[in-house]
């Protein structure tokens, strides 16, 4: 732990997760960009030595740059694979399924933000004028029925929150810093 206290919080005081309209789409996705913002909020001013720290002996890929990493290339799988029926350039392999963890200790913290934030702002605008009804594209592993962008986005939102629980554990673990 560096020398930051460690009942040290961030005070992130945000109020961006109210939707500027109740509509179904406009709730959804307000909410998974305010997820989505949250990792960069739990991230502010973390030195690139202790996100790459894996501090969890059972855990050895549980680090903040592999999960940055891991939202990243979640996102793309998600969105421009499943929902769209393209391909990405994906880190996995059949041999290295988590692979995107163990890159990610590889790359500074803040290229892995910037390439999250690129890659969030290319999937708001590859699904800003779709049907929330519109169905998935590519091929889904465990059913034959397509699921729907509105599917998506709550899994996204379900997905980036739960790391985002993971991420507030790691950092207050690696310098004190306890996220509200």
Not at 14 to 33: A, M, Q
Not at 94 to 115: C, K, Y
Request: aromatic share 6%.
């Amino acid at each position: 732990m560096t020398s930051q206290s460690a009942s040290q919080s961030i005070s992130v005081g945000r109020t961006d997760d109210i939707p500027s309209s109740w509509d179904e789409r406009t709730i959804l996705t307000t909410f998974l960009d305010y997820a989505r913002d949250t990792v960069h909020a739990k991230c502010a001013g973390l030195a690139d030595a202790d996100a790459r720290r894996a501090p969890l002996p059972g855990s050895p890929l549980m680090t903040i740059c592999g999960l940055v990493s891991h939202l990243r290339w979640v996102e793309s799988a998600w969105i421009e694979a499943t929902l769209l029926g393209g391909t990405i350039d994906a880190p996995w392999t059949g041999d290295d399924p988590d692979r995107e963890f163990r890159i990610g200790v590889e790359v500074p913290l803040t290229q892995l933000l910037a390439e999250y934030r690129a890659a969030c702002t290319r999937h708001r605008d590859l699904v800003g004028s779709l049907d929330l009804d519109t169905p998935s594209r590519g091929i889904l592993s465990w059913q034959t029925e397509p699921v729907t962008l509105r599917w998506i986005l709550f899994h996204l939102t379900e997905e980036t929150a739960r790391h985002n629980g993971h991420i507030d554990i790691l950092r207050e673990l690696a310098d004190g810093v306890r996220g509200r």
